[in-house]
């Protein structure tokens, strides 16, 4: 490519190549220049917004130059690539990630300062990107950040939503649900309006038959709609590379619209066909862990593969390789089943456009593809109605009876004792109506499958996937368990901690890429100097939240108290409620006390935060019980500072950045077995908070690491739950005294009117308590004890954050991003000095 282009014009390009600022003057003279030109503004009025707006500009200047160089290198390496396809990229806050991983927040912050700014302000001006739930998209988000850290060449894929995740507002202790709209001004991304592809729906199938006998499908007729590509650059950390997110936005494939319509003076319909296909990419569905089957979900999930894989194979083909090399240059991964349907597009294109025989395709297709598992929920395993399929994507619908055919015809040959296995393994579901399991699906159609965490790994095995593994064998089977970005969630989110850290385990260049250099500050653990900037840090993140506290909801709370916090999705099975049962229990408990003896108690203060799906009543009958226990207790003159209740309202990334590095102690208390991992657990405990929690998920690999000496777990063990559930069902179901007192005081309406809170009271009391709540209730309520107790010997409560802090090196993301490229993608890095950035770009 670079010998094509004649020698004085290259020369004219080398010599006026970009180069971005680089120092504090250039940084002003750019953040000025994009003021005075691209913003049509001067210093006169250039306000806090149109400073971040500069400051974001000039730093993308920056970004871009490498994220291009980045291209071009992978592009003339021609090695393999990671595609992650995701539905959810719960990304956060772009600018100051951007400062830090570039290596240039200090000069940001003395530019800024002499342009009359203060740099947080300046951060504070950007709108979240929330184009995720919860856990699984900022796990997404975390990889990113990694891949790019750790120099592997990976795109990311995903939607790109005109609304993300739904703004939560409380008004009066209920749950108000506001959209998102967060792309008025969005320097992050770049439209490629020449990168498009056209997506069919509908139609049907006809098949031809050629001289030879051979039979071709084609899919014909139906509604078309274009995917437009935006790219987002994804800055690694003290590395050039900078990897690409392609986010696919709908439009309607006709243009603008109908003009026929319109000039007959149809106005209305003329944009018929325009609203329709921009619906597409319009919201994010604002479910977690819970699958709805509705049909605009499984258009979003084909719009979004089909034109993610038409731009893989588009890539591939340009190196003109042979089709049975695709796996060499290509690894898919598959997070969670939503993506499945890119299995039996790749398998279309393969056999009706490519022409490949069906078996050489469905290999190719097997060594591409590999899907991890997030949760055993049933209620969150997808499964879409074969009808609807059928509607929808006519000829998938075939390509999917004919994989499950040749499936069940194995498992035939090779079980042919058991019958019923059939059955169980079935793709296709016999029940009314039918349903295609699109996690069998991404099963059969993958050469890995990987659960999130140790205990959910088995769990898959042993129980929802078991005659996968009879099938397959164990090797297909792998845990990596989860990680988090040491980058944001210490650098970015606790620079006091992260330099207190780097005194002892060295620059932060060097820790923050190999987190187990964090085992140095365990050498100072008695180091007075050293415990008493830990405990100055931990003070002030806890006054900082405290500010916040008070700014948003005019509380005043004492950074001396214990900060007790629950953050993440309200959801029944994370177990808010037992949360909000042990607050009133404390407080019925301190109503008991003389002035006197209240005056001795470590005061607490109780922090939620967290949306409820739109459509799950319970959830968000946990959320108004919790602010009507709030609104008690924190008016109570008898309770004064002893306790505290808060609810945050609308959670997302940059106020996780906040509330985390402030928690004392925090809560991971869902059902065992039940929480597939969680990411927030190592997040605190790398702030250096301790945690409460059940012998669930990744708390056990933190117990592990840490000791058990640090961590207050408690409950009964993922063995013991289906034995419990059928005790409480069809045995003699006791409620535990202490939770039986506080059901009583929220009948007595106490709290409201007592018929709000009907519903959770009896699912504990009248409906088998699904979550175990009064049958780990006993056990929540002494380990909050000893909680206490805990806190009250500070010395020793600091030892154990430090130790805890000092062990948590392995839930870095970059040794997650390491065990995928190894154990199942076979990719390697691609160091940014390995040759000079030529070639032509993506
Ligand atoms: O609930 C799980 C979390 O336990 C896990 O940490 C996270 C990332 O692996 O994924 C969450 N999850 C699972 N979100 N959606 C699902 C099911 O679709």
């Not at 001067?42 to 500009?57: I, K, P, V």
């Not at 295609?436 to 699906?441: K, S």
Request: charged fraction near 25%; charge should be negative; aromatic fraction near 10%.
């Amino acid at each position: 490519v670079e010998a094509s282009i004649p020698e004085p014009q290259r020369e004219a390009w080398l010599k006026n190549q970009a180069s971005g600022f680089k120092g504090k003057d250039q940084f002003e003279k750019e953040v000025v220049r994009h003021v005075e030109t691209t913003l049509a503004r001067s210093m006169f009025n250039c306000d806090e917004t149109a400073a971040y707006a500069a400051t974001s500009l000039a730093f993308r200047d920056r970004l871009v130059i490498e994220w291009n160089r980045t291209q071009q290198r992978q592009t003339f390496a021609d090695s393999k690539r990671v595609y992650y396809l995701s539905l959810e990229f719960l990304m956060g806050r772009a600018l100051d990630n951007a400062m830090l991983n570039i290596g240039e927040k200090e000069v940001a912050k003395s530019g800024l300062s002499e342009l009359g700014f203060r740099v947080e302000d300046i951060i504070q001006q950007e709108h979240d990107a929330a184009l995720g739930n919860g856990g699984l998209g900022r796990l997404a988000a975390c990889f990113l950040d990694s891949l790019a850290s750790l120099n592997f060449p990976a795109w990311g894929y995903g939607l790109r939503y005109r609304y993300g995740i739904f703004k939560q507002e409380i008004i009066d202790g209920y749950q108000v649900e506001v959209p998102d709209y967060w792309l008025d001004f969005n320097p992050w991304e770049f439209p490629r309006h020449d990168v498009t592809v056209d997506i069919q729906f509908y139609g049907n199938v006809n098949k031809t038959t050629d001289d030879s006998g051979k039979v071709t499908a084609h899919w014909e007729g139906g509604e078309t709609v274009r995917a437009v590509a935006y790219d987002v650059p994804i800055p690694g950390y003290a590395t050039p590379s900078t990897n690409n997110l392609r986010l696919w936005s709908s439009q309607a494939a006709s243009g603008e619209f109908d003009f026929q319509k319109f000039n007959s003076g149809d106005y209305e319909s003329s944009v018929g066909d325009q609203q329709r296909a921009e619906t597409i990419s319009a919201v994010l569905y604002p479910n977690d862990n819970l699958d709805r089957g509705k049909e605009l979900r499984l258009k979003q999930q084909y719009f979004w593969v089909a034109a993610s894989l038409y731009d893989i194979v588009r890539r591939f083909k340009k190196s003109k390789r042979p089709w049975r090399e695709f796996p060499d240059q290509v690894a898919i991964q598959l997070n969670d089943t939503h993506p499945t349907l890119a299995i039996v597009e790749l398998q279309r294109i393969l056999i009706d456009l490519e022409g490949l025989d069906w078996d050489d395709a469905w290999n190719i297709v097997q060594q591409t593809f590999s899907y991890t598992n997030h949760t055993v929920l049933p209620e969150a395993l997808e499964k879409w109605s074969v009808g609807l399929v059928q509607h929808l994507l006519p000829r998938h619908l075939q390509i999917i009876y004919d994989i499950n055919l040749f499936f069940l015809q194995m498992v035939e040959r090779n079980f042919p004792k058991d019958r019923e296995m059939l059955s169980r393994v079935s793709i296709i579901e016999e029940s009314q109506p039918k349903m295609v399991r699109m996690a069998y699906l991404a099963i059969v159609g993958s050469h890995k499958v990987n659960g999130v965490a140790e205990l959910h790994s088995d769990l898959i095995r042993t129980t929802i996937f078991k005659d996968f593994v009879t099938i397959f064998g164990p090797d297909k089977f792998v845990n990596v368990t989860n990680g988090i970005t040491p980058r944001r969630w210490l650098h970015q989110a606790n620079p006091g901690l992260s330099s207190l850290i780097a005194s002892k385990a060295g620059d932060p260049e060097h820790y923050l890429k190999d987190l187990t250099l964090l085992n140095k500050i365990e050498l100072s653990v008695n180091d007075p100097a050293f415990r008493k900037a830990w405990a100055e840090v931990k003070l002030a993140n806890k006054q900082r939240l405290a500010d916040y506290i008070k700014s948003t909801t005019g509380i005043v709370v004492s950074p001396k108290a214990l900060f007790d916090v629950q953050v993440k999705r309200i959801h029944e099975y994370k177990r808010q409620q037992m949360n909000i049962f042990g607050v009133i229990f404390r407080y019925l408990k301190l109503k008991s006390m003389s002035p006197e003896e209240r005056k001795k108690v470590l005061p607490r203060v109780s922090i939620f935060g967290g949306k409820a799906a739109p459509g799950y009543w319970m959830a968000k009958q946990i959320i108004h019980l919790i602010n009507s226990v709030g609104s008690v207790v924190n008016n109570d003159p008898d309770i004064g500072d002893a306790l505290k209740v808060i609810f945050l309202e609308d959670y997302n990334v940059s106020k996780a950045e906040i509330i985390i590095p402030a928690s004392d102690i925090s809560e991971h208390i869902s059902t065992a077995g039940t929480e597939a991992s969680g990411t927030s657990n190592m997040k605190f405990v790398l702030n250096g908070g301790l945690i409460i929690g059940t012998c669930d998920g990744a708390n056990i690999e933190i117990t592990r690491e840490i000791g058990e000496e640090n961590i207050f777990l408690f409950g009964n063990l993922a063995e013991d739950v289906d034995d419990l559930r059928h005790k409480n069902t069809y045995g003699d179901h006791k409620i535990d005294p202490s939770l039986d007192k506080v059901f009583n005081v929220i009948q007595s309406g106490t709290f409201g009117n007592a018929q709000d809170f009907q519903g959770m009271v009896s699912a504990v009391r009248e409906h088998g308590d699904f979550y175990l709540v009064s049958d780990d209730f006993h056990s929540y309520l002494e380990t909050q004890e000893l909680v206490d107790k805990s806190y009250a010997d500070q010395e020793l409560w600091i030892t154990k954050c430090i130790t805890s802090v000092a062990r948590m090196g392995f839930f870095s993301s970059d040794r997650c991003i390491n065990e995928y490229a190894e154990e199942i993608w076979n990719v390697e890095p691609l160091q940014p000095d390995t040759n000079n950035g030529v070639g032509k770009g993506e």
